[in-house]
C-alpha cells in the first residue's frame, strides 16, 4: 500500500535505509513494536526500492507506510547539490513538510536535519524508547542493542551502545 501525503502529520517516524538495514538483519518485529509503542513508521518509496531486505508484504506485515514522493519533491531531491544520496534528500525533505521525525544513524543526514530544524533520533533510541513505553524488556533490548552493534560497529559505537544500555537501565 502506498500513502500520498498531502497534509502536515505530527509524531510520525521517517526511517531511512540504514536503520531499516540494521532492523531486519536484527529483529524485524522491531519496526512492528515501534508502531504500536512509540509512533507511525513510514518509508519512502526510493528507499523502500534501495533496500533488498524488505519486500511489500514485509511492509504490510510490520505496519510500514509506504509514501510516494510528489512531483515537486523528487525534483527538490534531484537538484539539491551536496554530499547526501538522492534517498537521504528525500527524506529530510518529507520529515520537514509533513512534521516527521527522522530516524537515521547517517551523521551527514542528522547533520542536514538539525540545519533544516527537522527533529531527528538514532536507531537504538527507538529500542529505548520501546523499553520507556513499555512495549519491550530491558532485557530484550539489551541483545537487540548488542546485536545492532555487532551487525552495524561502524554507525553504532561502544560508546553509543553503553549510554543506550545506561538509559535503559542495564
Not at 531531491?77 to 518529507?94: E, P, R, T, W, Y
Not at 527507538?126 to 530484550?140: E, F, I, M, R, W
Request: proline share 3%.
Amino acid at each position: 500500500m502506498v500513502l500520498s501525503m498531502s497534509k502536515k502529520t505530527h509524531s510520525l517516524l521517517i526511517m531511512d535505509a540504514n536503520i531499516l538495514i540494521d532492523f531486519f538483519q536484527c529483529d524485524r518485529t522491531i519496526i512492528k513494536l515501534v508502531n504500536s509503542h512509540v509512533g507511525q513508521v513510514f518509508l519512502a518509496t526510493p528507499v523502500f526500492d534501495e533496500v533488498k531486505q524488505i519486500k511489500e508484504s514485509d511492509c504490510i506485515r510490520l505496519g510500514i507506510k509506504l509514501i510516494e514522493p510528489d512531483l515537486d519533491q523528487l525534483v527538490e531531491a534531484f537538484s539539491n547539490i551536496g554530499s547526501l544520496s538522492f534517498q537521504d534528500k528525500l527524506c529530510v525533505i518529507l520529515a520537514k513538510e509533513h512534521g516527521m521525525t527522522c530516524v537515521s544513524n547517517d551523521k551527514p543526514l542528522r547533520r542536514k536535519c538539525v540545519s533544516e530544524s527537522v527533529p531527528v533520533i538514532w536507531g537504538i533510541e527507538l529500542v529505548c524508547l520501546l523499553v520507556d513505553s513499555g512495549g519491550l524488556s530491558a532485557q530484550d533490548a539489551e541483545t537487540i542493542i548488542l546485536k545492532i552493534h555487532a551487525n552495524n560497529p561502524k554507525y553504532i559505537s561502544k560508546a553509543i551502545v553503553r549510554r543506550a544500555l545506561i538509559k535503559i537501565g542495564r
